[in-house]
């Protein structure tokens, strides 16, 4: 099979079973969640379509896994690959929390970008406001002033008439007529977001981040016992990573490492916008499965183990959503 050909199978496979698969899956797990009582009697409907949905695709992405490997030839060894190396597993630990550090400080700078680029354009108005509201509070106060000069000049000439002091015929000079008063301030501006308004604005990021997929596996964690959460949790990451990583990466090799990890990479991130019910939430899993993608596919490439990137994985997602 030729390299465009391995190409289009990979991305068919990310539309149809990640996108339109799972559609039909989540679908079907709310409908039973809705029609039973499977669970603890102390589960809401959308507790049990959570976890319902997570062990859907749970078990359809093994099945995935399988055939993958029965279409691409690659050896069930694959599956495995790293799992004696006790030294490359604890590295795994460490390269999991350094991607969510980078990760985070990623998402971090992306936030303050857009709070302050929306207060600037929320200020833009309120500074051409404020302009014209000075701008008018200036003339307002010229015609005052000239109103208020043009009025001393009258009541000194007529005190002077009435002293005597001017006749008909004489035109004495006069003193200076007062300054004008200064014109009106202008309102000025907030040229930054009030801090409270950031911080709502903060926590509304973080917010949308936990709605979506990754709302299957808070509502895990939260209803069901550790190990059980972790399971599922692990099956869904190791099974991205042997799609993703093993599959990928392996059947793309004679390909070149440009082809492949592009390849690997976008489909990743792209299949990680799915379900996500907005961009701001979307841009937490989107940027993690940009770093995850580009560090998990280099390490692969040149160390073609598959277990210790399924531990940085797990330990990533695990500290992510806790």
Known sequence: MSTAWRVATLAAVVVVYYWFGKTLLFRGARRLAAATRIGPSHWGTAQRADVFELAAAGASHVLVVAALLAVTGIGPGMLVSGLARPDLLALGVLLGVG??????????????????????ARTRPARRTAGAAGAGERRAADSANRRAAGAGVRGALLGARIRGVVGRGDRGALGPVGAPAPPGSA???????????????????????????????????KVLPLWAALGLTGVQVASEELVFRGVALTWLREAGPLVALTT????????????MSSWQGAMFPVVGGIVMGVVHGLVFWTTPLVVPLVVAHVVFFVFAVI
């Open 99 to 120: 991607e969510l550090a980078l990760g985070s400080l990623l998402c971090r700078a992306l936030i303050e970008l857009s709070l302050t680029r929306g207060a600037r």
């Open 264 to 275: 690997s990479v976008v489909l990743f991130v792209l299949m990680q916008a799915f379900f």
């Open 187 to 221: 309102r000025r501006s907030r040229t930054a977001a009030d801090p409270a308004d950031q911080g709502q604005s903060l926590r509304s990021w973080l917010g949308r981040s936990r709605g979506g997929w990754i709302r299957h596996h808070l509502t895990s964690l």
